[in-house]
């Protein structure tokens, strides 16, 4: 599988952005798919996963009400929209996807095989 994700880009706080995961070589059934971020010199950290039945979504405390993950299979593609984007929610965001990612593990990094390259959100105050 490979994945790419785009969208990111310069916003106001208070902006909304789509970000996208298009997935690759194979189709994301099965696969449970998550966004993690990294801030500058800050550590890669969980923002929000879909199970890989599609009928759970999760989320990072401080993006719930904010983000929303959702998913086109015909597209077989992940979206990321957030809205009320805050400038602590500037980071790299990178999508990922696993076939072995259970609910204990849907924060873990290491539960997923494939990662895309990150896109950019840059919030400004």
């Known amino acids: 599988v490979q994945l790419q994700a785009f969208g990111g880009g310069l916003v106001q706080a208070g902006d909304s952005l789509r970000l996208s995961c298009v997935a690759s070589?194979?189709?994301?059934?099965?696969?449970?798919v998550a966004w993690f971020r990294q801030a500058p010199g800050k550590e890669r950290e969980f923002v929000a996963a879909r199970s890989r039945s599609g009928g759970y979504t999760y989320y990072e405390e401080s993006v719930k009400g904010r983000f929303t993950i959702s998913a086109d299979n015909a597209k077989n593609t992940t979206y990321l929209q957030m809205n009320g984007l805050k400038p602590e929610d500037t980071a790299v965001y990178y999508c990922?996807?696993?076939?072995?990612?259970?609910?204990?593990?849907?924060?873990?990094?290491?539960?997923?095989?494939?990662w895309g390259k990150g896109t950019l959100v840059t919030v400004s105050s």
């Open positions: 070589g194979r189709t994301l059934s099965g696969y449970a």
């Open positions: 990922a996807a696993g076939r072995g990612v259970i609910t204990s593990s849907t924060r873990n990094s290491e539960a997923y095989d494939y």
